[in-house]
């Protein structure tokens, strides 16, 4: 598929030229100098900069709600490290809280939900949802970053996916067993599947705010798709992220999308027909598998991954190797280009800066 310069969508904003496309050249498969990377929440609770910036603002949703602060947080990692992309510092769960279920967050114990969607009441409560006006704040962080950074990256914007979202609305935070996203799935299925389509045109009109205000960029965080069993996997995830990238690439067939589902790597096949640029992957599926398996596919579709975030406790020699065995098996079919380094999920808030640093370099110095 073609990848142009996404700086051609919308630039009503006068945004400045991009001076490194290295992360947009592998995802086109074109050649790169050296491997790009990025760090999911790379802005986040590891920085003490953005510890200090967060207490500034209060609370979590204040700090997101910020611009100036949002856009603050989202360099902070740019400033320490020489990574290839910047992302949009906000919330995966912006959506079900602008459609009133009342999103907090209790020390320890991450997001919760005032309210839960588990009847039909529940639904036809639902607040409407228009992202430029539910979520006006978001869009102004991406044209505030966009501007900020003024073409040093790349900038990802970025959505839960339908599945995920579902979940903490149904659950009413994070859970374990999934006891009634599930239960409504083999009970109720045509209601879980109302829900999740009312919430994929959502996500959908979300991300082309995102496009339109600044982002280069998408992903799609299918965070819980790895909790489904393999036939449910492809109903009730697959199908609505496949109508997500579907109807971004028919509006903005220049913006790359990435699909991030953890615990995912079991179903490359199956995501191979998502027509995503890009197919991010957690440490459980061998990179050069990956690879192969999509390359059957007879599709050009670029990989992204996966070093266990847990790596970054150890030593930096170890984190070295576990970069150079995680680049081998990235290049070991010969094709130099059509990968970003990642981790296999987003860097924990007990992980040394520095570390992350000796992750980012070690990437950088691997030759091709």
């Not at 919308?10 to 790169?32: C, G, I, Q």
């Not at 003024?150 to 900038?155: A, F, K, S």
């Not at 067939?253 to 079991?266: A, D, N, Q, S």
Request: a negative charge.
């Amino acid at each position: 598929m073609s990848i142009m310069n996404s700086d051609s969508v919308n630039n009503t904003h006068n945004f400045a030229p991009l001076k490194n496309d290295r992360l947009l050249k592998a995802l086109r498969f074109e050649e790169v100098d050296m491997t790009p990377v990025w760090m999911m929440r790379q802005a986040g609770r590891y920085l003490p900069e953005y510890k200090a910036t967060r207490a500034e603002a209060g609370d979590f949703m204040s700090l997101c709600k910020d611009t100036a602060r949002a856009t603050e947080v989202t360099m902070q990692p740019l400033r320490r490290f020489d990574l290839d992309a910047a992302i949009l510092f906000s919330d995966i769960l912006t959506i079900p809280d602008a459609m009133g279920l009342g999103l907090y967050f209790e020390t320890g114990e991450g997001p919760k939900f005032k309210r839960t969607l588990r009847t039909e009441a529940d639904f036809n409560q639902l607040e409407p949802f228009k992202a430029t006006d539910s979520l006006s704040y978001v869009m102004d962080a991406v044209t505030s970053i966009r501007k900020e950074l003024n073409g040093l990256v790349p900038l990802f914007g970025f959505s839960g996916s339908a599945w995920t979202l579902a979940t903490y609305m149904i659950e009413g935070g994070s859970s374990k067993d999934y006891r009634y996203t599930k239960g409504l799935l083999y009970s109720q299925p045509e209601f879980l599947h109302q829900i999740l389509d009312h919430v994929t045109t959502a996500i959908i009109d979300y991300l082309d705010a995102q496009i339109i205000a600044g982002a280069q960029l998408v992903q799609l965080f299918d965070s819980w798709g790895g909790a489904l069993a393999h036939r449910q996997f492809e109903e009730f995830s697959h199908k609505y992220n496949k109508r997500v990238v579907a109807e971004l690439k028919q509006r903005h067939p220049e913006v790359p999308v990435v699909v991030f589902t953890k615990g995912g790597g079991l179903w490359l096949d199956i995501q191979a027909d998502s027509e995503a640029d890009c197919l991010g992957l957690d440490w459980t599926m061998p990179l050069d598998k990956a690879r192969a398996i999509l390359a059957e596919s007879n599709k050009q579709i670029a990989v992204q991954g996966n070093l266990d975030p847990a790596t970054l406790y150890g030593t930096p020699e170890s984190i070295r190797q576990a970069v150079r065995n995680m680049l081998d098996d990235a290049y070991a079919g010969g094709v130099k280009t059509g990968y970003i380094a990642n981790l296999g999920h987003g860097i924990t808030q007990w992980v040394n800066p520095d570390n992350a640093k000796v992750f980012i370099d070690a990437v950088h110095d691997y030759k091709l």
